[in-house]
């Protein structure tokens, strides 16, 4: 059956109606909506990473915690006995870098609004406006996560709509994607729809010295056209024209000065200056080393009122795509990030690493 704006908007409704009595006014006011707005084009905007402003100690920040986690070697931390919307402008910068450093941070039993969670984003950054997906009505700065027995998540768009193939980092085609995400979970099913992590960084790094050099030079293209054209054919209306840009292969990022790789299944098309054998050869490897790798990655499960909050622009993600026809409710906010760049003096995450144990021993 062909989804449209009208027949979502009713099964919406449906929804609404039919389940009033269970939903709180606050998940009332976070159903989805697809306006039919025009939006112009996204202009470069400025942005300065608060994690440079950050004590590398991070004391201000777990000093103020009851646990602290480190769930995995390279990516995911979860911190414990602290409240997003109570930190101060100094944990908050130490929350970047902690970000920056683990890749994503999680909390639990979090007593953080929508507005509080726009606040918290736009202390990160100028924030993005999807082209495409729902967002609550007078909010559209806040991306929905939903589903229900009505509306489920179709990404028709994708080649092979499983986990494996939905590794992504947030609307990497925009000309500034994303930094510090967070997402919010309201209500999630009891079984199912976990979501995964890996390290981009990581994934870096264990590749050969031979494969790091031949990488490091190459610029893919990611585009959103495909995302924007699958809406079309769904009747979802197109609020700003989509766009291709190019990003390196290998990016720097500003405040850790680590390299990462920077290609994902679902936005990166092709590379540049080779042929598409050849780019879809490297692609795939890249592809099958980052979401195949199990000791580059993270799984959280969710529970109401778990946040995470990732770095874009240094992991990617996915989720278990495992729970159709439950009811699901989130809220993302995401804060633009600098222009991604390759600086040929970063060094790797494992060579900071490496670096520091020597340091120790001497």
Do not use: C
């Not at 991306?143 to 992504?168: C, F, K, M, R, T």
């Not at 946040?307 to 995401?334: C, K, L, Q």
Request: no cysteine; hydrophobic share 30%.
């Amino acid at each position: 059956m062909s989804v449209t704006i009208e027949s979502v908007a009713n099964e919406t409704q449906k929804l609404t109606l039919e389940t009033s009595k269970k939903l709180s006014p606050s998940l009332r006011a976070l159903l989805p909506t697809f306006p039919k707005v025009d939006s112009p084009p996204l202009e470069e905007v400025s942005v300065v990473d608060r994690a440079s402003n950050a004590s590398p100690e991070k004391r201000a920040l777990l000093d103020a915690v009851s646990k602290r986690i480190d769930l995995t070697t390279h990516i995911g931390t979860e911190l414990h006995g602290i409240q997003l919307s109570q930190l101060s402008d100094q944990q908050k910068d130490e929350l970047a870098l902690l970000i920056a450093e683990r890749g994503v941070v999680f909390f639990r039993d979090q007593e953080l609004d929508v507005h509080q969670q726009l606040e918290l984003g736009r202390f990160y950054g100028p924030l993005h406006v999807h082209h495409t997906t729902p967002h609550p009505e007078g909010l559209p700065e806040v991306h929905l996560i939903y589903q229900d027995e009505n509306v489920g998540v179709d990404n028709s768009y994708l080649p092979y709509p499983a986990s494996q193939d939905y590794w992504h980092s947030d609307v990497s085609y925009e000309l500034q994607p994303p930094s510090y995400t967070s997402l919010k979970i309201h209500v999630q099913p009891e079984v199912g729809s976990d979501t995964l992590w890996a390290s981009q960084y990581a994934a870096y790094d264990k590749l050969s010295t031979t494969y790091k050099r031949f990488v490091e030079g190459l610029v893919a293209v990611h585009s959103g056209v495909e995302q924007a054209d699958d809406a079309r054919r769904k009747g979802t209306y197109v609020r700003r024209e989509p766009v291709l840009h190019e990003h390196p292969v290998v990016r720097t990022h500003p405040v850790t000065g680590w390299k990462a790789l920077y290609v994902n299944p679902v936005f990166t098309r092709y590379i540049k200056g080779v042929s598409k054998r050849e780019s879809d050869s490297i692609l795939q490897f890249l592809y099958s080393h980052i979401t195949g790798s199990s000791d580059l990655q993270v799984r959280f499960k969710w529970y109401p009122n778990s946040v995470a909050i990732w770095d874009n622009r240094v992991t990617v993600h996915t989720v278990a795509r495992d729970s159709f026809g439950s009811y699901r409710h989130g809220t993302r906010v995401t804060p633009h990030g600098e222009k991604p760049y390759y600086d040929a003096e970063s060094k790797s995450r494992a060579e900071e690493f490496r670096k520091k144990i020597k340091q120790q021993t001497e």
